[in-house]
């Protein structure tokens, strides 16, 4: 492909010579799991976000487990209560919720955002629902004051997965992962603020759900051979931590490059096959993808194939119609369904040229 969907080798390589440094300094270190790296990233994360605590953890899906089996092990929540969680999602969103015996209540995102509809979430709360699970899909603030509101009055969690939008800002400025009772982060390599393997965070204001997190994701333990929680093996190493402090003093600019890519396809996509979601104000969307809708998905993804243009499908198939979950193979999400069915991602990162996007557009222009 001339134009791949996304090079980790040439966006390792736009701060390629700090994380090298970086890597060494662990590597001759000898300290390489719980030291000095993982203490300066968690600090200057939740400086980062906003938040009081940061914890690191062995990955996105970890974090957002750990969040929830913290709260049970706290009794604010326990198994067979309800999360709302948007339909339209990763998986892992889901499996975080159900891997803790909580009941995920799949609810509509909107048709022009792509994100959680909130109008629909007081219809979908009950006496069991403990929490609203809200997922930043895309890299786009997907909080309203109306969310915060209804989880205000109804006692609900507000936890976030910050997944995809490392660095995204809502309105008021705060970013996302500080604005509920906590949050998830991923630092998967593809994603915005991305280690070189596997790692993930959780952030919050509540620093004794942190310390709860913490000794979850240390087999359970307080203190060395103390074992409070039957917990797991969910750790950030050194190395990762210590790319991901390189990362983070570069993140906002990469925002602004992604920014810069998606205001070529803003500015001239023009066909009329081809839908794209309404447009964010400036910092509330990091553009960790670039999702169009189409009918014929299918033939422009090969169309762009052949003019050597890389795209991806997220995701192909919703949470409601996987395997592992066949019981819900009845739901009708009418709208979840059809973006599944039409979704396509153009390739985006700080790595791409404004030249190589209007190459993207000019592709799509001709489909």
Same mark, same amino acid.
């Given at each position: 492909m001339n134009i791949p969907f996304l090079s980790l080798k040439d966006v390792t390589a736009l701060h390629g010579e700090e994380i090298m440094e970086a890597v060494r300094r662990v590597v001759a270190s000898g300290y390489y799991l719980n030291g000095a790296e993982n203490a300066r990233f968690e600090a200057e994360y939740a400086s980062f976000i906003g938040t009081a605590a940061s914890v690191g953890c062995g990955s996105g899906l970890d974090a957002l487990i750990c969040i929830y089996r913290a709260y049970i092990e706290q009794g604010v929540m326990k198994p067979g209560d309800e999360v709302i969680v948007p339909a339209n999602t990763f %998986?892992?969103? %889901? =499996?975080? &919720? $159900? *891997?803790? @015996?909580l009941t995920p209540v799949l609810a509509e995102p909107r048709s022009d955002t792509l994100e959680l509809d909130d109008s629909t979430i007081e219809t979908l709360i009950t006496p069991k629902t403990r929490s609203v699970l809200l997922v930043h899909l895309y890299g786009r603030c997907a909080y309203t004051e109306k969310i915060g509101q209804l989880c205000r009055e109804h006692g609900l969690k507000l936890v976030e997965d910050n997944a995809q939008a490392h660095g995204c800002r809502y309105t008021d400025g705060r970013r996302t992962g500080s604005l509920g009772d906590a949050a998830a982060h991923s630092f998967y390599p593809g994603k915005n603020l991305g280690a070189l393997g596997d790692g993930g965070a959780v952030t919050t204001h509540d620093k004794a759900l942190a310390e709860t997190v913490r000794a979850l994701a240390n087999y359970g333990s307080t203190r060395k051979y103390i074992f409070k929680y039957t917990g797991r093996n969910s750790r950030l190493d050194e190395i990762q931590a210590a790319v991901l402090r390189v990362k983070l003093r570069h993140l906002d600019d990469d925002n602004e490059a992604r920014r810069r890519i998606a205001d070529v396809y803003y500015a001239g996509i023009n066909n009329p096959q081809v839908a794209l979601p309404a447009r964010a104000d400036h910092q509330q969307h990091v553009y960790h993808l670039f999702p169009v809708l189409c *009918?014929?998905?299918?033939? =422009? #993804? *090969?169309? &762009?194939? $052949? #003019? @050597?243009i890389q795209t991806l499908i997220h995701y192909p198939v919703p949470p409601h119609h996987q395997e592992c979950y066949k019981h819900w193979r009845a739901l009708s999400l009418p709208l979840t369904e059809r973006i599944h069915q039409q979704e396509l991602s153009l390739p985006i990162s700080p790595a791409m040229t404004e030249d190589e996007a209007r190459r993207v557009v000019d592709a799509i222009n001709t489909f």
């Open positions: %998986i892992a969103s %889901i =499996l975080a &919720l $159900t *891997e803790n @015996g *009918e014929r998905r299918d033939a =422009l #993804q *090969e169309y &762009l194939s $052949t #003019q @050597g």
